[in-house]
């Protein structure tokens, strides 16, 4: 089981529950608990962090035969997984929206700098224009 192997990577890495805390960045208490199994589902990214702390990786403890997620758990990961997917299809379509705006102002600019190119034609025959409207 999942827990012997992270108990026996702990004794094979001769750290302390202090140690690995302070190394995982998290309390000496939730560390503990952990190891001794006192927490029903620890999260994943907790694990991982002891795990690593320790020298090992998640594939040294967990094994698909032996660890099986809880059921709520594995419910509020899928939900987790269904706000995710749903943020990054907002992001997606926020960004060929932006990107859209980005070439109508591109070409916005390249029309302003024509302008400015050719301002001085642009005057002479306003006022040529001007000057024949006055005339008639």
């Known amino acids: ?13 001769g750290m ?4 690995i805390a302070e190394k995982a960045n998290m309390s ?9 199994g006192e927490t029903y589902a ?11 702390a320790m020298g090992g990786s998640l594939d040294d403890i967990l094994d ?12 509020s990961l899928k939900n987790e997984n269904t706000t995710l997917q749903n ?21 916005e600019l390249d029309r302003l700098r024509l302008i400015l190119e050719h301002k001085e034609e642009i005057i002479a025959l306003h006022n040529y224009y001007n000057k ?5």
């Open 42 to 52: 620890p999260g994943i990214d907790k694990l991982r962090d002891i795990v690593y």
């Open 87 to 107: 943020a990054v299809n907002d992001l997606t379509a926020e960004n060929v929206t932006l990107k859209d705006k980005i070439v109508a102002l591109e070409v």
């Open 16 to 19: 302390s529950a202090k140690q």
């Open 132 to 136: 024949l409207k006055s005339n008639n």
């Open 64 to 75: 698909e035969s032996d660890f099986k997620l809880p059921t709520p758990l594995v419910e």
């Open 1 to 13: 089981m999942w827990l012997d192997k992270l108990k026996d990577l702990k004794k094979q890495s």
């Open 28 to 36: 000496e208490r939730t560390v503990t608990r952990i190891i001794n």
